[in-house]
């Protein structure tokens, strides 16, 4: 599939920012589109602010698990033109060395991210203007605002515009701008490298294949299997820090080749991703800056799944924002004390798997599914 169509939104240039908003959202994810939509129903004046081009491309297995689908019911489910073959996909462990595949009844729905992205974009209501290729280059606050920094490159050199709001909402992802600009706890990044390869339909099982092996390098995390229609995605996660990930990830593809029935290449794409170890990675925000989605840490650690933890940390944010403003003029914190109340149970299910980390991250963590029955993999893959 191409880029996708561009769906209806307010968009405006860099020149028609104002200098005030009630909310400013930074980062035009599945975070940061909640987080608009549920702030602007309490407001007038909503900006969001996205870097890259809109839409965009963002590299993503595209997988969308039960928390995703479920926050996204309110908005009428997923629509057809973005889900690919097959259409639903199970997670299935795969123990190359030993031979031992494992498939679980935990299963994902299988879209096209680039559509999926835009289409949650044609979701946002007309009183949020969206300025695309404009970025947050700073921010600081004080007892009744908060003071943004934006930065458009364009051809003749930078321009910079400073906008004042009562909140701002960084939904800025693993980049972690605001985070990193307020001083708070940074975390590190993994390195991911998604080849697509073509494949005859039907040609692969409809699988997420998560592929362990002592035959990739040591700071090899983990590869996977999807298939997407026309293509697969052939995914390597590196731990942070790797050197050579486009060579590393050329050894295991060599590997794979000779089990899969893979085609010629088509792209390859290399992000990075938040490697979060401890609870303290996950940070609500300070003051009346509130962090959500992944730039707050809120991704599985375990399993990398981040759609849901972003759509529904994005949502809290933009409905906390939104509760606070409705209740007139509370003190500087209110927002955040009632983000942090909401998100209590995301935080303790997040806690949950950076305890599990470690095991299920090590060898005999690795190696455990061979061992035990697969209605107990399905079991332990649905909580972590
Ligand atoms: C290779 C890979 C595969 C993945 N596969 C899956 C999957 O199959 N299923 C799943 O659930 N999760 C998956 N994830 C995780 C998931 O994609 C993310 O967790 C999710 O997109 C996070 O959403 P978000 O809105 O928090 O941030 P993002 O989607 O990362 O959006 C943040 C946005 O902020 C913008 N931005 C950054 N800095 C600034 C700035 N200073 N100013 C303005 N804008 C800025 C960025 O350009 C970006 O568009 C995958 C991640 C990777 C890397």
Same mark, same amino acid.
């Given at each position: 599939?191409?880029m996708?169509?561009s769906?209806?939104?307010?968009a405006?240039?860099?020149?028609?920012?104002?200098?005030?908003?009630?909310?400013?959202?930074? =980062?035009a #994810?599945?975070? #940061?589109?909640?987080?608009?939509?549920?702030?602007?129903? %309490?407001?007038?004046?909503?900006?969001?602010?996205e870097a890259s081009a809109l839409p965009r491309e963002? /590299?993503?297995?595209?997988?969308?698990?039960?928390? /995703?689908?479920?926050?996204?019911?309110?908005?009428?489910?997923?629509? +057809?033109?973005?889900?690919?073959?097959?259409?639903?996909?199970?997670?299935?462990?795969?123990?190359?060395?030993?031979?031992?595949?494992?498939?679980?009844?935990?299963?994902?729905?299988?879209?096209?991210?680039?559509?999926?992205?835009?289409?949650?974009? =044609?979701?946002?209501?007309?009183?949020?203007?969206v300025a695309a290729e404009v970025?947050?280059?700073?921010?600081?606050?004080?007892?009744?605002?908060? %003071?943004?920094?934006?930065?458009a490159r364009?051809? =003749?050199?930078?321009?910079?515009?400073?906008?004042?709001?009562?909140?701002?909402?960084?939904?800025?992802?693993?980049? %972690?701008?605001?985070?990193?600009?307020?001083?708070?706890?940074?975390?590190?990044?993994?390195?991911?490298?998604?080849?697509?390869?073509?494949? +005859?339909? #039907?040609?692969?099982?409809?699988?997420?294949?998560?592929?362990?092996?002592?035959?990739?390098?040591?700071?090899?995390?983990?590869?996977?299997?999807?298939?997407?229609?026309?293509? %697969?995605?052939?995914?390597?996660?590196?731990?942070?820090?790797?050197?050579?990930?486009?060579?590393?990830?050329?050894?295991?593809?060599?590997?794979?080749?000779?089990?899969?029935?893979?085609? +010629?290449?088509?792209?390859? +794409?290399?992000?990075?991703?938040?490697?979060?170890?401890?609870?303290?990675?996950?940070?609500?925000?300070?003051?009346?800056?509130?962090?959500?989605?992944?730039?707050?840490?809120?991704?599985?650690?375990?399993?990398?799944?981040?759609?849901?933890?972003?759509?529904?940390?994005?949502?809290?944010?933009?409905?906390?924002?939104?509760?606070?403003?409705?209740?007139?003029?509370? #003190?500087?914190?209110?927002?955040?004390?009632?983000?942090?109340?909401?998100?209590?149970?995301?935080?303790?299910?997040?806690?949950?798997?950076?305890?599990?980390?470690?095991?299920?991250?090590?060898?005999?963590?690795?190696?455990?599914?061979?061992?035990?029955?697969?209605?107990?993999?399905?079991?332990?893959?649905?909580?972590?």
């Amino acid at each position: 599939m191409g880029m996708p169509e561009s769906r209806e939104y307010r968009a405006i240039t860099f020149d028609a920012i104002r200098e005030y908003y009630d909310v400013v959202v930074v =980062g035009a #994810g599945p975070a #940061g589109i909640m987080a608009a939509i549920e702030a602007a129903a %309490a407001c007038d004046r909503v900006l969001l602010v996205e870097a890259s081009a809109l839409p965009r491309e963002k /590299s993503c297995g595209g997988m969308l698990n039960v928390y /995703s689908l479920r926050a996204l019911e309110r908005f009428g489910g997923v629509p +057809e033109d973005m889900i690919l073959s097959p259409r639903w996909i199970s997670f299935r462990y795969y123990h190359m060395d030993r031979e031992v595949k494992k498939a679980t009844q935990v299963r994902f729905l299988n879209v096209d991210r680039a559509r999926f992205d835009a289409w949650l974009l =044609g979701l946002l209501p007309a009183n949020v203007e969206v300025a695309a290729e404009v970025r947050l280059a700073d921010v600081s606050q004080g007892e009744q605002a908060v %003071a943004a920094s934006l930065v458009a490159r364009g051809a =003749g050199g930078s321009s910079t515009r400073s906008v004042s709001c009562r909140h701002l909402i960084a939904a800025d992802g693993p980049r %972690a701008t605001a985070r990193e600009r307020l001083k708070l706890r940074p975390f590190d990044r993994y390195i991911s490298v998604q080849e697509y390869v073509r494949i +005859e339909p #039907g040609a692969l099982e409809p699988y997420f294949d998560c592929i362990y092996s002592r035959r990739f390098s040591r700071d090899y995390g983990i590869g996977y299997i999807i298939p997407k229609g026309e293509v %697969a995605i052939i995914g390597s996660i590196f731990y942070p820090g790797t050197k050579d990930c486009g060579r590393k990830h050329e050894e295991v593809l060599s590997i794979l080749n000779d089990l899969y029935p893979f085609g +010629e290449p088509v792209k390859r +794409e290399t992000w990075i991703a938040a490697h979060l170890t401890r609870p303290s990675d996950l940070v609500a925000g300070a003051g009346r800056i509130l962090l959500a989605g992944e730039g707050g840490g809120f991704l599985s650690c375990t399993s990398g799944e981040g759609i849901s933890f972003a759509l529904n940390s994005g949502s809290m944010a933009g409905r906390a924002v939104a509760a606070s403003l409705s209740a007139g003029a509370p #003190g500087p914190t209110d927002a955040l004390r009632r983000y942090e109340r909401a998100l209590s149970p995301l935080k303790r299910n997040l806690a949950f798997r950076m305890r599990m980390f470690p095991f299920m991250n090590s060898y005999a963590g690795k190696n455990l599914a061979c061992f035990i029955p697969t209605p107990i993999v399905s079991k332990l893959t649905e909580r972590v």
